[in-house]
């Protein structure tokens, strides 16, 4: 499986962006994929997740803001953001894993494919 993320970009406090995330592959539905992001100097952190039991998971400080779905039929993941805050800032990598479980879906290691990673900054 291959990852292609984009959309990410330049907005202002309180804005919105969509990032997606195109995946290669006829098996793509059968991945649990998720969002993590990685500000400068700080590690990189889950942020959402969409598992093969159609289940969604978000951080806590992403609830009620970011909204994760995907689409199969066309191997894309979404990541609709609002009400975007300047501690958003980061780039966002889309993962796909096929062992990923509720316990360890915001572990990094569980997902075996990652995208390029697209930046989003958020300015106040």
């Known amino acids: 499986v291959q990852l292609q993320a984009s959309g990410g970009g330049l907005v202002q406090v309180g804005g919105s962006l969509r990032l997606s995330c195109a995946a290669s592959?006829?098996?793509?539905?059968?991945?649990?994929v998720a969002w993590f992001r990685q500000a400068p100097g700080r590690e990189r952190e889950f942020v959402a997740a969409?598992?093969?039991?159609?289940?969604?998971h978000y951080t806590n400080s992403v609830k009620g803001r970011f909204t994760i779905s995907r689409d199969n039929a066309r191997n894309t993941v979404h990541l609709q953001m609002n009400s975007l805050k300047p501690e958003d800032t980061a780039v966002y990598y889309c993962?796909?894993?096929?062992?990923?479980?509720?316990?360890?879906?915001?572990?990094?290691?569980?997902?075996?494919?990652w995208g390029q990673g697209t930046q989003v900054t958020v300015s106040s």
């Open positions: 993962a796909a894993g096929q062992g990923v479980i509720l316990s360890s879906l915001r572990v990094p290691s569980m997902y075996t494919y």
């Open positions: 592959g006829r098996t793509f539905s059968t991945y649990s």
């Open positions: 969409f598992l093969r039991s159609a289940s969604m």
